[in-house]
T-cell receptor, first 112, second 116 residues
Framework: DTEVTQTPKHLVMGMTNKKSLKCEQH?????MYWYKQKAKKPPELMFV???????INESVPSRFSPECPNSSLLNLHLHALQPEDSALYLC???????????FGPGTRLTVL | AQTVTQSQPEMSVQEAETVTLSCTYD???????LFWYKQPPSRQMILVIR??????QNATENRFSVNFQKAAKSFSLKISDSQLGDAAMYFC?????????????FGSGTKLNVKP
């Protein structure tokens, strides 16, 4: 298994909803990442988990809450989002700093 | 802080011809990695090629090769025999080795169009 999977592929939510994005890998990677990508822009790093501990939070608003239940799973809990949070959310994983980063296909999020 | 610059927002190439995408970066680190990632309309970020800064030899992957000029901080991607499937957004990325995970600095991207 050499891929990162993300669910759902698409998500439409209202500003008062609570939803979660899920990411899974079975490559034995010990680092997992959330990126946000707006159209025609590069991905922006949001969070990094290394060995299941939050290592980087790039000043992300608290309405985004990451969770790493185990070494294979990464969640992003969403609450009270704003329309400007509409974007592609990419999950990625890597073994360590020498390993290749593998990206998932992304979740397209629309906030109404 | 590290910065990565891609000065070509969009480029076009005829099928079967060669195209070069430019990338420059700024860093004070001596050890790092450089990457080219491709993102087609399907959205998935796909690794095209990577280069370790300590290696003088330019990386090559089939039709893709790089011209790595460490002193000039330049890292261009050459695509030979372009194919329709090469049409995508291409991101140049710098990866620091300061952490035990991969922290990337991405360029703004170059959209490559391939004409049949």
């Amino acid at each position: 298994d050499t891929e990162v999977t993300q669910t759902p592929k698409h998500l439409v939510m209202g500003m008062t909803n609570k939803k979660s994005l899920k990411c899974e890998q079975h490559m034995g990677h010990r680092a997992m990442y959330w990126y946000k990508q707006k159209a025609k822009k590069p991905p922006e790093l949001m969070f990094v988990y290394s060995y299941e501990k939050l290592s980087i939070n790039e000043s992300v608003p608290s309405r985004f809450s990451p969770e790493c239940p185990n070494s294979s799973l990464l969640n992003l809990h969403l609450h009270a989002l704003q329309p400007e949070d509409s974007a592609l959310y990419l999950c990625a994983s890597s073994q360590d700093r020498a390993g290749v980063t593998v990206f998932g296909p992304g979740t397209r999020l629309t906030v109404l | 802080a590290q910065t990565v610059t891609q000065s070509q927002p969009e480029m076009s190439v005829q099928e079967a011809e060669t195209v070069t995408l430019s990338c420059t970066y700024d860093t004070s680190e001596s050890d790092y990695y450089l990457f080219w990632y491709k993102q087609p309309p399907s959205r998935q970020m796909i690794l095209v090629i990577r280069q370790e800064a300590y290696k003088q030899q330019n990386a090559t992957e089939n039709r893709f090769s790089v011209n790595f000029q460490k002193a000039a901080k330049s890292f261009s991607l050459k695509i030979s025999d372009s194919q329709l499937g090469d049409a995508a957004m291409y991101f140049c990325a710098y990866r620091t080795t300061l952490y035990n995970f991969n922290k990337f600095y991405f360029g703004s991207g170059t959209k490559l169009n391939v004409k049949p």
